[in-house]
């Protein structure tokens, strides 16, 4: 567990500066073919940098030692899973490796058409399509398939990261109200009653596409593993704007218990804290994101 005196909010710093020099350099050592196209930077998350190279391909290299060891876990596990889900994702065509340029692996994915859907909120009929995508990923993974320590795992052993973002928000903003904290009370009273499945871990609306109002994508899935699907049902209020949308969502996944709705609901409030805690440093756009799971779990359902 993370102790307040640790917690450092923003995004942390890399470990190695990534840029389009180096990527250029990886490519002529181990992809010579890919090596004269052109290279644009994308953007940097807090494990990976990104770049566009040429029209239809994407370089993903680690900024910090994290990163790798999740991109070691895209590399191996998203070509099987992609023939199963209804919604594109960036299943490595290439595999980079460490060498004396570079210590980490890193990956070429495909380019992926939309807007992540913190810029391009989807459409109202988008649940249903968010609960099929859902359904097809929560299938039991196999036993050697990756565990995280952060996701997925029994809300109890997120507690003390919840109260430390709760304190580190406070007088900074009001948006962490008594109501947000009873949802998360609830859910640590719910009780764990749902086999491990396989998880994407981190359905936020940065690491989701949408095209022309519809869900195109899920990106980023570094925090891949088995766990408790109810941090990825978590999603329902980070990506789906009006409360009726969220109903059709949870009502066509009737498989999904109680239970678990209750547990998915403090997921997204501690989704809620971190990214709005997060977005109060360095990132507007994690600050909105973070204040509309707040408030619409709120506004329920």
């Given at each position: 567990m993370i102790a307040l005196a640790s917690h450092v909010p923003g995004t942390p710093a890399a470990e190695i500066a990534v840029d389009a020099d180096l990527a250029r350099r990886l490519l002529a050592a181990q992809h010579p073919d890919l090596a004269d196209q052109p290279i644009a930077f994308l953007a940097s998350g807090w494990d990976n940098a990104i770049f566009r190279l040429g029209s239809d391909l994407l370089l993903r290299l680690p900024r910090r030692e994290v990163g790798a060891r999740l991109i070691a876990h895209e590399q191996r596990w998203l070509p099987g899973l992609k023939a199963h889900l209804p919604l594109a994702i960036p299943a490595p065509v290439r595999i980079g490796v460490a060498d004396d340029a570079f210590p980490w692996p890193w990956s070429i994915v495909p380019w992926i058409e939309g807007e992540t859907a913190d810029l391009a909120w989807p459409d109202d009929d988008q649940g249903e399509v968010l609960a099929a995508f859902f359904r097809a990923l929560h299938v039991p993974a196999p036993a050697e398939a990756p565990r995280n320590p952060f996701r997925g795992v029994p809300l109890v052993q997120r507690a003390q990261v919840f109260a430390d973002r709760d304190r580190s928000l406070s007088g900074r903003t009001d948006r962490v109200t008594e109501g947000v904290r009873a949802i998360w009370a609830d859910a640590l009273a719910a009780p764990d009653d749902a086999a491990p499945t396989w998880i994407q871990g981190d359905p936020?609306?940065?690491?989701?596409?949408?095209?022309?109002?519809?869900?195109?994508?899920?990106?980023?899935?570094?925090?891949?593993?088995?766990?408790?699907?109810?941090?990825?049902?978590?999603?329902?209020?980070?990506?789906?704007?009006?409360?009726?949308?969220?109903?059709?969502?949870?009502?066509?996944?009737?498989?999904?218990?109680?239970?678990?709705?209750?547990?998915?609901?403090?997921?997204?409030?501690?989704?809620?804290?971190?990214?709005?805690?997060?977005?109060?440093?360095?990132?507007?756009?994690?600050?909105?994101?973070?204040?509309?799971?707040?408030?619409?779990?709120?506004?329920?359902?």
């Open positions: 936020h609306p940065r690491n989701v596409l949408v095209r022309d109002g519809r869900l195109s994508a899920v990106i980023d899935w570094g925090d891949m593993a088995q766990g408790d699907r109810a941090s990825d049902l978590a999603a329902v209020w980070m990506l789906l704007a009006e409360a009726p949308a969220r109903a059709r969502a949870m009502a066509a996944l009737p498989e999904v218990s109680i239970a678990t709705w209750r547990r998915a609901r403090g997921w997204a409030a501690l989704y809620g804290l971190m990214l709005l805690d997060a977005g109060l440093a360095d990132d507007p756009r994690m600050e909105d994101i973070g204040t509309k799971i707040l408030e619409r779990l709120e506004d329920g359902p």
